[in-house]
């Protein structure tokens, strides 16, 4: 297995238990892959801003790229997209992240995630109590290419999945067409986590069934994503689109 500061050594056996699991449940969590280092360093390079930045919805502190005078957000997804494309595909590509920190009064509403988001990770790295997130069992069709929060049923509520990332642990799951939420936080408390995004474009795209208008260039593949993370390898995309499409008539 490729040499990795962030993710442990991880047998081919435990790697294809991961990967059946996702592929069955839409879900996996991948316990104790986290390296000490590359723990350490995550808690030594991610600063959060004492402010919650987002009070309206989500009650939390963010670390973006921009906040990220190391670069240690990019590493970390350069050096840990085989472990990702190991359980999820190789055709799997990581679109954007950014670092988290869950306090007191957090939640998040049940939604569906937005186009460029069709696996989100959750990489714990820091937490002094549990902070778990829900994900629904029925399946959505998604045609659309922004997030939708989206009224959940009782009954929904209760047939879920908890899934429990504790320090060390990677949570994924297919926020695209599975409802995901956490539930409001009602004490203090500090959880940290990386939260990165992967995509397989040309399975979501299907144009026709947008309910939004799709531009080429726009969302995922917009400049200023290119700008900030530039393993979008933006131009090879939109190369591949335009094969995809040629492929498709
Ligand atoms: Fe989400």
Not at 69 to 79: E, H
Not at 98 to 120: C, Q, R, W
Not at 124 to 153: L, W
Request: hydrophobic share 35%; aromatic share 14%.
């Amino acid at each position: 297995m490729t040499e990795s500061i962030y993710i442990k050594h991880i047998n081919e056996e435990r790697i294809k238990f991961y990967k059946e699991f996702f592929k069955k449940n839409n879900f996996v969590l991948c316990k104790d892959v986290l390296t000490e280092k590359g723990i350490e360093i995550l808690k030594q390079n991610i600063i959060f801003q004492s402010d919650v930045s987002d009070k309206s919805q989500f009650c939390r502190r963010m670390f973006t790229v921009e906040d990220d005078k190391n670069d240690i957000l990019l590493q970390f997804q350069k050096d840990t997209l085989f472990f990702f494309q190991k359980i999820l595909g190789e055709e799997y590509s990581d679109t954007y992240l950014f670092a988290m920190e869950y306090v007191k009064d957090s939640h998040l509403t049940p939604h569906l995630d937005l186009i460029s988001n069709g696996v989100s990770a959750t990489v714990c790295y820091e937490a002094d109590k549990k902070y778990p997130i829900f994900v629904g069992k029925k399946y959505y069709t998604n045609n659309s290419i922004n997030r939708i929060d989206i009224q959940i049923t009782e009954e929904e509520k209760q047939n879920s999945f908890l899934i429990d990332a504790d320090v060390g642990d990677i949570a994924m799951f297919n926020g695209r067409n599975y409802l995901h939420w956490r539930d409001k936080a009602e004490d203090d408390v500090s959880y940290k986590a990386v939260l990165t995004h992967y995509w397989k474009p040309f399975d979501w795209i299907d144009k026709e069934k947008l309910k939004e208008n799709y531009i080429e260039g726009e969302h995922l593949y917009n400049e200023s994503y290119h700008e900030r993370y530039p393993s979008l390898k933006y131009k090879i995309l939109k190369e591949k689109n335009s094969e995809a499409e040629t492929k498709d008539n």
